[in-house]
């Protein structure tokens, strides 16, 4: 499992994980199944969409990356909107290639686009996982 070093572990401030330190040997992967957003969501939980969609963006812009140590459940709230599979989807495969739709994300996340507007998560100074962490392989 790619781990994506630099990526923030979590939403600062919060128990909203970005990332998984460590790939599950006995079950695999942990499915991603696209979760529906219903408009009574709570503040947090659209907040930590937000944050994780910026930092996506931040760290991997409109190109393909690998899920990786990146956390499903995370990934199941963006699936198949703002977040596509390229080629055919598995959804167990740590190695599965994914890409923002940065006309998805736009549409549903005007504020991370905004021009005029302070970046609303600022990435420079968080939690990431460290390079000189241990590796838990």
């Known amino acids: 499992m790619l781990k994506h070093r630099g990526f923030p572990g ?3 401030g919060t128990d909203f994980q970005f990332v998984i330190r460590r790939e ?4 695999g992967a942990t499915p991603i199944t696209r979760r529906e957003r219903f408009k009574d969501r709570r503040p947090a939980d659209k907040r930590a969409d937000a944050g994780f969609l910026s930092a996506l963006i931040a760290n991997f812009g ?3 990356f690998p899920r990786g140590n990146l956390d499903a ?3 199941s709230w963006l699936i198949g909107r703002e977040v596509v599979a390229v080629g055919e989807f598995d959804p167990a495969d740590y190695d599965q290639l ?3 739709d940065m006309t998805a994300a736009e ?3 005007p504020e991370l686009f905004a021009t ?3 970046p609303a998560f600022d990435w420079d100074d968080t939690d990431a996982w ?3 962490e241990a590796d838990d392989d």
């Not at 599950?24 to 079950?27: E, G, I, L, P, T």
């Open 24 to 27: 599950n040997r006995k079950k």
């Open 10 to 12: 979590r939403l600062p």
């Open 98 to 100: 994914l890409r923002v």
């Open 107 to 109: 549409a549903a996340f």
């Open 73 to 75: 459940g995370r990934l």
């Open 116 to 118: 005029d507007a302070a």
């Open 62 to 64: 409109d190109e393909p």
């Open 130 to 132: 460290d390079d000189d």
